[in-house]
């Protein structure tokens, strides 16, 4: 398994220092970006100045994403489920004719 690194993360003017494996360290640098761009859209859009409010909105925002995707994920899947099914029924006809 490979060593750990140690890194320093800023979101919201503010460092955080993790110790992560070297595989997590891209998609960690990116959602830290990601978060400080939000934070700032949300500063611009909404003239809210309280970094825990503004945090908290962008909680909800990923949190919300993250459920709406689980959510169209398993709506895909149920039509896709409904298709073989319709495409088996289809198969079972036509080989017993």
């Not at 110790?19 to 360290?25: G, H, V, W, Y």
């Not at 959602?31 to 825990?52: H, L, P």
């Not at 994403?65 to 073989?84: F, G, P």
């Amino acid at each position: 398994m490979s060593e750990k690194l140690k890194i320093k993360l800023s979101i919201a003017n503010r460092v955080y220092p993790l110790t992560i494996f070297p595989s997590q360290e891209e998609g960690l640098r990116k959602a830290a970006k990601n978060i400080d761009a939000m934070i700032t859209q949300f500063e611009e859009s909404y003239s809210v100045r309280d970094k825990q409010d503004v945090l908290a909105m962008c909680a909800l925002q990923f949190a919300s994403q993250a459920e709406q995707k689980t959510i169209d994920k398993n709506n895909v899947n149920e039509q896709v489920e409904q298709k073989l099914k319709a495409l088996n029924d289809l198969l079972h006809l036509h080989l017993n004719s």
